[in-house]
């Protein structure tokens, strides 16, 4: 190993503390400890190990980096602008918090080129992690062959105690154990310092005891702050570790070198104020000015940020003879890390007239799942230990297990939390996987920042959410959900839908896969729904269509709006109601979203504005549906928790029948 002499090492250090500092110190806001403390594990690891190429960001094979501490994003953005990252030049570290700049307070993957994952929320990165190596190992095992690598690269995290503290930190980490993950390193800044103070007030456990017993290669450098061959050592023996992931314990000092601050939690979270900033230049000899980096630190940067160049070089050689070699598996390889779809590929999904057999929405996405999973190589996912309930396995392939990384099967376990970060982490991989995670949508609460990152983070990923309703039945209040639905339609860029049949279940597939950026969340049921005349996978498209209606709009005197397995009993409704001389229209409104963005006069067409007569019927909360149906309009759903009985019971007694559909919709008509 080549080591660069002792003086340009700290030079290039404390480039990046005073950078960081600079930036906070600028900004009046932030979080300088860390980068102060973790400076020299960053170092070391970008600088000896780290394969990436700043000239393109998302070369394949490059090594991925997650900032699990997100707090400390000063850290990442100074490596990112040292190493010659075009995305973060010094005006904008300059910029740092600041509107609208490329160097926000967390890192943020679709703002900042080099960021892999959005972090912050404390845990999210480590378990992005794992989704990213999982992707590695996965694509890795599918496409590599003996006489030539296409996939070989590692994820580094550095993540602090705050994320060790997070539960969501130890379900990853348990499955990763689990699957074996060898090319997963995490770094864990061991510094002892919290928000509140030391961790020793509410943090005293052996940590490194704890991922041993996860199945983890544990390691211990005692002094981060200054021992640079100790921190390379580790990571040199992880690499060699190829069977788990490992974990180097880097005890360090927050703000380190800072003669006041160092090891106190006010250095934490806010600026070190201009005194202690001249203090910690003088203690650590850096005689420059604020955001002036030597030119000898730049060119060994610099030098270090260029041999990038050469490996994506190397690695497109391996790849054109790997096209020559198994132009098969290269033309599919080629084919999904584009991000493209094959042609007319929506053709696999299954269209469903009235004369098919009533089947639940959970069962017709199992059907679109395996539908799909023939044509889409990179469709890859899996269930909470809820496979069967929420008929998520995939029947063209084995299970996704140590050994067997080539398998589209992920069993996470009863890990929801981990579980949807981890998908977004495979979505994030960027190589074109997209990833499904199911579990019950009550249980949605357990993972509901994974699925809101997943919206911020521009993540491909498909939430599979079946029991959508009280029609769920015995399992009673504690497994029914009541205000998720609308609360999830509160996350901004998240599609969510909830089918009435089988046509609405694949057109809801049809735009998750086709809609690149966005994640999707499917609101499944347990119970039967019949197909219904009026339903198209293109209606679902609009968001909101109308479904049934005989009649011109000028002649209408009500119209019905349902979503999931309520759109049926609107229909029936609307017959009954037609047989005493109403003209009733139903409208199916499987995904909000999209109706939003469809243009006023489309809107215009489905809900005309002269009608005023409206009723909205959804198995939940009641919530948002008001700026749909007006104030002559009304709603029925369910606002309270619901109640353990057979589904079709619990249904009845909260009035969704269609006796009681008709009964509202004569007393809203006089």
Same mark, same amino acid.
């Given at each position: *190993?080549?080591?660069?002499?002792?003086?340009?090492?700290?030079?290039?250090?404390?480039?990046?503390?005073?950078?960081?500092?600079?930036? $906070?110190?600028?900004?009046?806001? #932030? %979080?300088?400890?860390?980068?102060?403390?973790?400076?020299?594990? /960053?170092?070391?690891?970008?600088?000896?190990?780290?394969?990436?190429?700043?000239?393109?960001?998302?070369?394949?094979?490059? @090594?991925?980096?997650?900032?699990?501490?997100?707090?400390?994003?000063?850290?990442?953005?100074?490596?990112?602008?040292?190493?010659?990252?075009?995305?973060?030049?010094?005006?904008?570290?300059?910029?740092?918090?600041?509107?609208?700049?490329?160097?926000?307070?967390?890192? +943020?993957?679709?703002?900042?080129?080099?960021?892999? !994952?959005?972090?912050?929320?404390?845990?999210?990165?480590?378990?992005? &992690?794992?989704?990213?190596?999982?992707?590695?190992?996965?694509?890795?095992?599918?496409?590599?062959?003996?006489?030539?690598?296409?996939? @070989?690269?590692?994820?580094? !995290?550095? *993540? #602090?105690? =705050?994320?060790?503290?997070?539960?969501?930190?130890?379900?990853?980490?348990s499955i990763a154990g689990?699957?074996?993950?060898?090319?997963?390193?995490?770094?864990?800044?061991?510094?002892?310092?919290?928000?509140?103070?030391?961790?020793?007030?509410?943090?005293?456990?052996?940590?490194?005891?704890?991922?041993?017993?996860?199945?983890?290669?544990?390691?211990?450098?005692?002094?981060?702050?200054?021992?640079?061959?100790?921190?390379?050592? /580790?990571?040199?023996?992880?690499?060699?570790?190829?069977?788990?992931?490992?974990?180097?314990?880097?005890?360090?000092?927050?703000?380190?070198?800072?003669?006041?601050?160092?090891?106190?939690?006010? $250095? %934490?979270?806010?600026?070190?104020? &201009?005194?202690?900033?001249?203090?910690?230049?003088?203690?650590?000899?850096?005689?420059? +000015?604020?955001?002036?980096?030597?030119?000898?630190?730049?060119?060994?940067?610099?030098?270090?940020?260029?041999?990038?160049?050469?490996?994506?070089?190397?690695?497109?050689?391996?790849?054109?003879?790997?096209?020559?070699?198994?132009?098969?598996?290269?033309?599919?390889?080629?084919?999904?890390?584009?991000?493209?779809?094959?042609?007319?590929?929506?053709?696999?999904?299954?269209?469903?007239?009235?004369?098919?057999?009533?089947?639940?929405?959970?069962?017709?996405?199992?059907?679109?799942?395996?539908?799909?999973?023939? !044509?889409?190589?990179?469709?890859? #996912?899996?269930?909470?230990?809820?496979? %069967?309930?929420?008929?998520?396995?995939?029947?063209?392939?084995?299970?996704?297990?140590? &050994?067997?990384?080539?398998?589209?099967?992920?069993?996470?376990?009863?890990?929801?939390?981990?579980?949807?970060?981890?998908?977004?982490?495979?979505?994030?991989?960027?190589? =074109?996987?997209?990833?499904? =995670?199911?579990?019950?949508?009550?249980?949605?609460?357990?993972?509901?920042?994974?699925?809101?990152?997943?919206a911020l983070s521009e993540?491909?990923?498909?939430?599979?959410?079946?029991?959508?309703?009280?029609?769920?039945?015995?399992?009673?209040?504690?497994?029914?959900?009541?205000?998720?639905?609308?609360?999830?339609?509160?996350?901004?860029?998240?599609?969510?839908?909830?089918?009435?049949?089988?046509?609405?279940?694949?057109?809801?597939?049809?735009?998750?896969?086709?809609?690149?950026?966005?994640?999707?969340? *499917?609101?499944?049921?347990?119970?039967?729904?019949?197909?219904?005349?009026?339903?198209?996978?293109?209606?679902?498209?609009?968001?909101?269509?109308?479904?049934?209606?005989?009649?011109?709009?000028?002649?209408?005197?009500?119209?019905?709006?349902?979503? &999931?397995?309520? $759109?049926?009993?609107?229909?029936?409704?609307? +017959?009954?109601?037609?047989?005493?001389?109403?003209?009733?229209?139903?409208?199916?409104?499987?995904?909000?979203?999209?109706?939003?963005?469809?243009?006023? +006069?489309?809107?215009?067409?489905?809900?005309?504005?002269?009608?005023?007569?409206?009723?909205?019927?959804?198995?939940?909360?009641?919530?948002?549906w008001e700026r749909f149906?007006?104030?002559?309009?009304?709603?029925? =759903?369910?606002?309270?928790?619901?109640?353990?009985?057979?589904?079709?019971?619990?249904?009845?007694?909260?009035?969704?029948?269609?006796?009681?559909? $008709?009964?509202?919709?004569?007393?809203?008509?006089?």
């Amino acid at each position: *190993m080549v080591v660069a002499t002792q003086s340009i090492q700290e030079l290039c250090i404390n480039a990046i503390r005073f950078l960081s500092i600079d930036g $906070v110190e600028k900004a009046k806001s #932030g %979080h300088p400890g860390l980068p102060m403390g973790a400076a020299p594990m /960053a170092f070391v690891l970008w600088d000896q190990f780290m394969k990436f190429n700043p000239k393109n960001p998302q070369w394949i094979n490059r @090594d991925r980096f997650v900032l699990s501490a997100g707090h400390g994003s000063m850290l990442q953005y100074s490596l990112l602008h040292l190493y010659g990252y075009d995305s973060v030049s010094i005006d904008d570290i300059k910029q740092f918090r600041q509107w609208k700049s490329k160097t926000p307070g967390h890192p +943020e993957n679709f703002v900042t080129a080099g960021v892999e !994952v959005t972090t912050g929320p404390l845990g999210q990165g480590i378990a992005n &992690g794992v989704g990213l190596a999982l992707a590695e190992a996965h694509l890795a095992a599918k496409y590599n062959k003996p006489d030539c690598t296409l996939i @070989d690269h590692y994820t580094y !995290v550095i *993540m #602090g105690d =705050g994320c060790n503290m997070e539960g969501i930190s130890g379900e990853a980490a348990s499955i990763a154990g689990h699957w074996g993950l060898g090319k997963l390193i995490a770094l864990y800044d061991d510094n002892h310092i919290s928000i509140d103070g030391s961790t020793d007030i509410a943090f005293t456990e052996d940590v490194s005891k704890r991922f041993e017993a996860y199945g983890w290669h544990v390691l211990h450098v005692e002094n981060g702050n200054t021992d640079l061959e100790a921190i390379a050592r /580790a990571i040199e023996e992880a690499k060699s570790v190829t069977d788990k992931p490992s974990m180097i314990k880097v005890t360090t000092t927050i703000g380190y070198g800072s003669p006041k601050k160092a090891n106190t939690a006010g $250095v %934490h979270g806010a600026a070190l104020g &201009g005194d202690e900033v001249d203090a910690t230049r003088k203690n650590l000899g850096w005689n420059y +000015e604020p955001f002036e980096v030597p030119q000898d630190a730049y060119n060994h940067f610099q030098k270090a940020g260029a041999k990038g160049s050469d490996l994506e070089a190397q690695w497109n050689e391996t790849l054109a003879t790997y096209k020559s070699k198994y132009p098969t598996e290269a033309a599919e390889f080629e084919t999904i890390t584009s991000g493209k779809l094959p042609e007319n590929w929506a053709d696999c999904l299954p269209i469903y007239t009235p004369e098919d057999k009533a089947l639940a929405s959970r069962k017709h996405s199992e059907i679109c799942l395996n539908a799909i999973s023939k !044509v889409l190589p990179q469709l890859v #996912g899996g269930s909470a230990d809820l496979t %069967h309930s929420n008929l998520t396995q995939i029947e063209v392939s084995g299970d996704f297990q140590k &050994g067997a990384y080539e398998n589209r099967n992920i069993h996470f376990g009863v890990r929801e939390h981990a579980m949807g970060a981890i998908c977004n982490g495979i979505a994030l991989h960027n190589t =074109g996987l997209i990833p499904y =995670g199911a579990t019950f949508l009550v249980f949605t609460d357990y993972m509901r920042n994974a699925i809101r990152l997943s919206a911020l983070s521009e993540a491909q990923t498909i939430w599979v959410m079946t029991h959508d309703s009280i029609a769920l039945g015995e399992d009673g209040p504690t497994h029914q959900p009541i205000e998720h639905v609308a609360s999830l339609r509160l996350i901004p860029d998240l599609l969510v839908f909830r089918p009435a049949d089988g046509n609405e279940t694949s057109g809801a597939y049809k735009v998750a896969i086709e809609t690149k950026k966005t994640p999707s969340l *499917m609101a499944l049921t347990r119970q039967g729904l019949p197909n219904l005349a009026g339903s198209s996978i293109e209606g679902v498209s609009k968001g909101g269509y109308v479904v049934a209606c005989g009649f011109p709009p000028e002649e209408l005197d009500l119209i019905l709006i349902g979503t &999931g397995s309520e $759109v049926s009993l609107c229909v029936d409704a609307a +017959e009954k109601l037609k047989a005493e001389g109403l003209k009733v229209r139903v409208v199916s409104m499987p995904c909000v979203e999209l109706f939003d963005k469809q243009s006023d +006069e489309y809107k215009e067409s489905v809900l005309p504005k002269a009608i005023k007569k409206r009723i909205s019927v959804e198995a939940g909360t009641t919530f948002g549906w008001e700026r749909f149906v007006g104030d002559e309009g009304l709603c029925i =759903g369910v606002n309270t928790y619901g109640a353990s009985a057979p589904g079709g019971v619990v249904m009845e007694k909260f009035g969704f029948t269609v006796d009681n559909v $008709v009964a509202k919709a004569k007393s809203i008509l006089g």
